[in-house]
């Protein structure tokens, strides 16, 4: 059975959806679309779709991912035209493609995401280039005490790159965040290096913004194959 | 206040979502173009309000007006509501984030005596006067309707008019008033325009009327204060149901509401007469859709929502008369979109399960059956048709359908309930429990649990002269039924105990208990049906700051000769109709459903001119039960 992946972007009002709320979103777009979906057996069929990694509640997403599975394949422009007008304002579908039979699925392809933070107003420049010279220029663990319990974890073990750039309304902060580890979380991450910069602020979902999935092999991949490089959108 | 909305409250807030007013269906109109603006105003949580058809029906109807505008609002959640007063910001309408106060009409609809502090605290986050008579010509109207307001007298005080009965021809009908004293150039009083809109058939403006007491504190009388007040508002109703406004593209919620499911209503009103059900009596008569328009409203909804699951939603649906002619063609339709079919509720009989196991998705983990009452008698005594017979075929259907797990639902405090009654309980969960086991044949385990409720006496019922079990009473039958369920091998559930008393103080009450309300709002009570928020000491520091006895009104065995707080509400049923139902009932004797048998002479068919709207005349061959 032919296996889609489609592109999409979550922002503006949209970025408030939890994931569970984003897929019920999803399943039933799909649905209306009168796309013919594979279903799952049982009492309770559910149709045959598989998401990436979830985003935080208020955070954006500019490039996210879904596969789904259809009975029979049909052409990506009348595909793409059944869905298109399907979704509620915030989400947009980018692209679709059909995926080769032997495509890793999104969990097994992805293993890291650049995520965007617009620092809020007024922040200390010199602190924050101090904080990124020092994430990238020596080795030393950097704590994290993780909330739940307590325990320590070292927060580079999460971040594979970081960089701190000018933009038009402000200072933004990208990162690159391995993917899978788990045991430090974004918030985590983000509040860690509040403190280490020794400034004012929390983390602030709504100033996050996923730019990309990415598989970091040597180079950098999306899931729809386009070759990137670091930092590129 | 949209992009302020968006851009800062949202963060602080547990589900930013419920908030965001851009489901899908959603209805964004042009503000300047419209003629009249109204504020839908659900008074409990997104997740309840958007599973509710009233709302879907009125806001898709509105809509369908170029120049009305509907938008909605719900309760805040406590931390919206924390981070408004905070701020000192005002509550705001959900599709373009408005002020309430920017609206013409703000209107609630009352489906639970227990939202009445919501109510109260959402005037009040709109900046909006509580009390009616301290508004003026430039606050927007509010209104009210929706089955509880069958008595409105406890919210008479805060709410300007009440719809009594169905509001889809009323509400356009006020709009279209509103409207054309917006044209109009004179400056209007508010008493006015309340006026003008009691000459509206089934509006209902409290400040008209003043109501006496008598040194019991019983109700005495109402007095008309402007010339040509009703003594009596007549319930509205649509006579025929295949010509009204349906909403086939109803909003489709972001945050997982309560029921996620797309909803038909075969028809409204049931008549099969069980004597505490306030929903049997105010919805008559029975008026059904024709199968040709359901099946078209079917494919419409499930296409326009993409929802899983479609309900027929009905008072009891499956006393649809042409079940075959709607449920085969029904099937198919939902089987090639892979929508499941599901009913509210099940009648209690064998014929029932059979339906239910045939729906695409129907055969859920867990059944839910009603008998109400745990022997004979008792259940004569309310007229609740089932006999012990129906339930256990009814068990041994399920059970070999392969449903695992049984819901049974009791009422604890009935008119004449005796330590028998409540035996009997215990002795249908082990026979239950017998017939589930040789029905599974070792296949599987029944799960069965039983949840009781404490009995409400309710407005316009046979039952609203009868009093509620004192609390003490009724906590000792709970625990009574407890242990016997318990020891039966099922589990035990009842509905909190103080919340069933204040529905009863609110469901029978008057005007006075208005004050009540405001103490308890101003003490912090929001959302009491929600267990979790319900401050049963805070209401009873209410009562004695305005020196009520919430007994007077919960416990009190009314008089057939006194004047009910609700008189002024006319619901189209007998009194002597209602009188010779509570004689019947002490008597341990039942009373047809008029949908089988004979008009039993409620008086709802010509008081309100209409006759029940059967499709299919002849009798059907549901088992029909009811003798
Ligand atoms: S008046 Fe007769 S037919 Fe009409 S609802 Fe009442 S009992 Fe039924």
Redesign the pocket.
Known sequence: MPEYRIEYSKKNSARWLSHLELIRTFIRALRRSGLPLVFSQGFNPHPKLSYGPSLGVGVAGMREYLDMDLVTGLPLAECLSAIAQQFPPGIEIRCLLELPPSAPGLGKMVNCAWYRLALPAGQNVDAWQQTVDRLVGDDLPIYYQRPKDGKLFDARSALAACRLAAAEDGLILDLLVELGGGAVSLRGLVETLFSLAATAGCFEPARVTRMALLRHNGGFVNPIGERKQLWEA | MEQFVLDDILSHLEKPARYLGSEWNTVHKDWDGASVRMAFAFPDLYEVGMSHLGLQILYGLVNTYPDYLMERVFAPAPDLEAELRRRGLPLFSLESHRPLRDFDILGFTLQYELTFTNILNMIDLAGISLLASERSAFDPLVIAGGPVAANPEPLAPFIDAFVIGEGEEALPEILAAIRQIKLDNTRWERGDILKKLAGIPGVYIPSCYSVEYNREGRVQGFTGLCPDTPSQVRRRLVPDLDTVYYPTAPVVPLVEAVHERGMLELFRGC?RGCRFCQAGMIY??VRERHTGNLHRQAGEIIDNTGYEELSLVSLSSLDYSDLDGLLQPLRDRCARSRTGISLPSLRVDSFSVDVARQLPGGRRTSLTLAPEAGTQRLRDVINKGVTEADLLDAVAAATAAGWSAIKLYFMVGLPTEEQADLEGIGDLVRKVRQTGRSAARGKHKLRISVSASSFVPKAHTPFQWEGQLPRPLLAERHAFLRDLVRNSGADYHWHDIGTSFLEAVLARGDRRLAGVLVEAWRRGCRFDGWTEHFHFDRWQESFRAVDLDPEFYAARKLAYEEVLPWNLIDAGIDREFLIREHRRALAGVATPD?RRAS????????ALEVE?QLVKKAPSNLSGKLT
Request: hydrophobic share 10%; net charge neutral; with cysteine.
């Open positions: 008549t008559r008569p008029c008009c039993e002479g409620c008086g709802v068919c010509p029940p």
